[in-house]
C-alpha cells in the first residue's frame, strides 16, 4: 500500500499525485527502448546535433545508472561528480519538504515547483547542452511516492521552458519508467529498437503505454541497422505484434565508429554515417522547435 495516499494502484499514473503540467513552450521527447538498442547514445547525438543547429538543449538522464554524462562527452572525473537531483537532500527537501529516505509523511509536498530545476540543478556539457541526472530511487517499483519520486516525477512536467528548449530525456531499458509516470507530460517519444524481436517486442509495448499516458507523437528508430534487410526484419516484427501508427520511422545505420569510441559520442560527431542519420533525425523531430537562440537565461 501507499504510505502517502494509501492507494493499492499498481502504478503512480493511477494515483495522480504530480498531475500539474506547467507546460511552457519549447518540446519535450523522452527516448524509450529496450536495453542497449542505442537510447543513450541517440540521446546524446540528438542533443549535441539539436545543440548545434541553435537549439537549447536540456539532457535529463533518468536511467539510474547515469552513463548520460559519459555518453554526451563529459570527461570521467566531472561526470563522476555530478550529485543527481535525487541525491541533493537539501533540493529535495525544499521542494517537497521531506528529505530523501524520510517516511513519506502527511507533510510530503506531491507538487513540487521545479521551474528552477535547471538552472539550479543541471551542468553544462559540450556544445551547450545542459544535463540534469536525475539519479535513482530507493524504492523499487510500486509507484508509491518517496520524496524523491515526487521531486523527480514533477521536474520535467514543470520545469521552465523557453520557447527554443528542447527536452531530451533518456530512460532506464524498458517499460518500468512508464510506471512511475515519469514521461507525463512530454510531448512526443522516441522509441528506439534494433533488428531483433525482442527490441521490437518492448519497442511495441512503449509505444503503447506512452500512447495511454497522452503522449500523442510516437517515433520510431530503427539502430543498428547494417542491410534494408535489417530493416525489413525489424519492421514485419513490428507489423505481426499488431504495429503501432507511428509519426515517423527513421534508420540508423550500424556504425563501427560507436563501439570504437564508446562510451563518448565526440568521434561519431566528427564524421559518421551514425552522426548523420541523427541529424536528419533532428530536423524531423524538432523542425517546429526554432527561432533565434535566446538570450539570457
Ligand atoms: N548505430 C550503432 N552502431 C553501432 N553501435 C552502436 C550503435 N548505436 C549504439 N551502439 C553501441 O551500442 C552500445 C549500447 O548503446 P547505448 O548505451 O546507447 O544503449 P542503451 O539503450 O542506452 O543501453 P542501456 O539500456 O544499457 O542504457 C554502445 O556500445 C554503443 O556505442
Ligand atoms: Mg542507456
Known sequence: MCDTCGGHGPTAAHHDHAGHHAHGAGARLVVVGKGGVGKSTVTALLARLSARRGLRVVAVDADEQQNLAATLGIGWEEAAGIVPVAADADYVE????????????????????????????????????????????????????????????????????????????????????????????????????????????????????????????????????????????????????GGFPFASTTVLPFDEVALECEPAVDRLLEDSALAGAVAALSQELLSEVSGPVGVGA
Open 94 to 241: 525544499e521542494k517537497t519538504g521531506a528529505r530523501p529516505g524520510e517516511g513519506a509523511g502527511a507533510m510530503l509536498r506531491l507538487n513540487p515547483d521545479t521551474a528552477d530545476i535547471v538552472e539550479r540543478r543541471a551542468v553544462l556539457g559540450p556544445d551547450g547542452v545542459r544535463l540534469l541526472v536525475m539519479g535513482g530511487v530507493r524504492q523499487a517499483g510500486g509507484g508509491c511516492l518517496c520524496p524523491e519520486t515526487a521531486l523527480i516525477q514533477a521536474a520535467v512536467a514543470g520545469m521552465h521552458l523557453h520557447p527554443e528548449d528542447v527536452v531530451l530525456m533518456d530512460t532506464h531499458a524498458g517499460v518500468e519508467h512508464f510506471g512511475r509516470s515519469l514521461a507525463r507530460g512530454f510531448d512526443a517519444a522516441v522509441v528506439v529498437v534494433d533488428p531483433t524481436f525482442n527490441a521490437v517486442q518492448v519497442g511495441r509495448e512503449s509505444s503503447v503505454l506512452a500512447d495511454g499516458l497522452g503522449i500523442g507523437t510516437v517515433h520510431l528508430v530503427v539502430n543498428r541497422a547494417r542491410s534494408q534487410a535489417d530493416v525489413d526484419r525489424a519492421l514485419a516484427h513490428m507489423d505481426r505484434l
